[in-house]
């Protein structure tokens, strides 16, 4: 017999539960078409449930011709926000407010005449967003090895993306500290993803199999997969549970399953019930 758990927190947070009730609203009552710049969240399943009720993606500013442009939860550089207003578009902000907190530290740091890092992966919509509020001169660490290219100040000011691991913040402000006279770190690691984190690290260390649910351009998705597989070599990360396989249970007593922070309750449902069908009729 088979034991399904579940982490202890798993799915979708509550920046990604707002901005999905801000698009809806929005595709209820809004007049004209409704657009969100680039993927409201990174779930494919999700946005294609969104298109479905009227709610589509523009690739830029300039492709939304009217109507209702939605920002998203990984907020955007503010250019793009003066663009859509210039061009007639309501905007609706459902950037994260505690994406909003790293914008808001990065630009109280680079104020503060600190020259500003930014941890997180490069290219990333939330990070563009953060160096976008910061100005110029703000440069992006991913790994370690970027401070070898960067001419160090003084005096350094550090903000992360909210979806990093606190180890990698701690080993880059560790590094930092051996190199700066002043090194002033805001933890803008999201408390949504470090409980994720936490849990499913629990999770996989007594599970036989791990299923980690969430889209496969999610960032914390993949960190989630990661985590787990470091204690769960039999981790599987899924966006879809037609991906599924009943030979990945074979032998197994427990099932573990987390997901990622835009993965919504209804996917982790579906997800118990098909792991469910195939343990039993193995
Ligand atoms: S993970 Fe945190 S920062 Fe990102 S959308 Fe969710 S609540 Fe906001």
């Not at 109280?108 to 919509?125: C, I, K, N, S």
């Amino acid at each position: 017999m088979v034991e399904i758990e579940i982490a202890a927190h798993a799915g979708a947070c509550y920046g990604v539960e707002r901005a999905l009730a801000m698009a809806r609203a929005a595709a209820r009552d809004a007049e004209g078409p409704v657009r969100t710049l680039g993927p409201l969240i990174h779930n494919p399943l999700v946005v294609d449930e969104l298109a479905r009720e009227g709610v589509s993606v523009a690739q830029s500013v300039s492709t939304a011709d009217a109507g209702t442009l939605i920002l998203r939860t990984h907020g955007v550089v503010p250019r793009l926000v003066e663009q859509a207003r210039a061009q007639g578009l309501h905007v609706l902000d459902a950037t994260c407010p505690y994406v909003k907190r790293a914008h808001a530290a990065a630009r109280r740091l680079v104020r503060q005449g600190f020259q500003l890092l930014v941890v997180g992966e490069a290219g990333h919509p939330e990070v563009e967003g953060i160096l976008g509020a910061a100005g110029d001169g703000a440069r992006v660490v991913s790994r370690l090895a970027d401070l070898d290219g960067i001419d160090l100040a003084e005096r350094i000011g550090v903000v992360v993306q909210t979806t990093q691991t606190i180890e990698r913040l701690q080993q880059i402000t560790d590094a930092l500290l051996a190199r700066a006279r002043e090194v002033c770190v805001v933890n803008t690691i999201c408390a949504a993803t470090t409980d994720r984190q936490r849990a499913a690290r629990a999770l996989a260390e007594r599970e036989d199999v791990m299923i980690v649910i969430g889209g496969k351009n999610s960032g914390n998705t993949r960190r989630l997969a990661e985590i787990s597989a470091a204690s769960c070599p039999k981790t599987h990360h899924i966006e879809d549970v037609a991906e599924l396989e009943s030979s990945w249970f074979y032998g197994a007593r427990l099932v573990g399953i987390t997901a990622g922070a835009s993965t919504p309750a209804a996917h982790i449902d579906r997800a118990v019930a098909v792991i469910g069908g195939m343990c039993d009729s193995a």
